[in-house]
């Protein structure tokens, strides 16, 4: 009889364990979208866009798909690349990279959207979707102004300022210690002849 209660607390015991083992087999996808400015000696400026795609999960995922439409036609000209790309398998623990380069046309300040990054997993048959950091604000074709460069010097200073500071002190303080004083030179010169 005492059998009977340990049988159905292990048939529970093992289904528990394996939605947990379940739960722990999924893949974990992390996409990661940057973006940077290159100004060229012509006065134009690309923008060179990199999306990474990392799988952080223990199984692999297949087909997958990532679209990046957040870059308007009419402020941005394509010249490297293409803003989608595919992949047929993503090994867990791996990860793909995609870039591409754009030319500003206009000067702006521009909000890009995440990009958007589908597939499959083996245990699920509906398509999943995954979302990559979102690019700051760019500033295309931006004149860069005296208030820039004052800008640049106070966070150096704020940022730096303390070190200067004390290396500005320990030279004062060895100048001091090791320059002869006009008084002992004086003395020293009465006391030869």
Same mark, same amino acid.
């Given at each position: ?5 340990? %049988?159905?607390?292990? %048939? ?23 973006? +940077? ?34 870059? +308007? ?53 509906? *398509? ?21 460069? *004052? ?33 002992? +030179? ?8």
């Amino acid at each position: 009889m005492a059998t009977a209660p340990l %049988i159905i607390f292990t %048939i529970f015991a093992l289904f528990g364990v394996s939605s947990l083992t379940a739960a722990a087999e999924t893949p974990f996808v992390v996409a990661h979208k940057k973006a +940077s400015l290159l100004k060229l000696k012509s006065g134009t400026e690309r923008v060179s866009v990199s999306i990474d795609v990392y799988n952080h999960g223990s199984l692999a995922i297949y087909d997958v798909n990532l679209t990046d439409d957040s870059w +308007s036609t009419e402020i941005f000209d394509f010249m490297a690349g293409n803003t989608f790309n595919s992949w047929e398998k993503l090994d867990a623990g791996s990860h793909v990279s995609h870039t591409f380069e754009l030319e500003s046309k206009v000067q702006t300040t521009y909000y890009s959207a995440p990009a958007v990054i589908t597939y499959r997993i083996p245990t699920k048959s509906r *398509l999943q979707v995954a979302y990559s950091t979102p690019v700051p604000a760019l500033e295309t074709l931006a004149e860069k102004t005296v208030a820039y460069k *004052l800008d640049l010097a106070k966070k150096l200073l704020a940022q730096y300022g303390s070190h200067f500071s004390l290396g500005l002190i320990v030279y004062l303080f060895v100048r001091i210690i090791f320059s002869p004083s006009a008084k002992s +030179s004086a003395g020293n010169a009465k006391k030869r002849h």
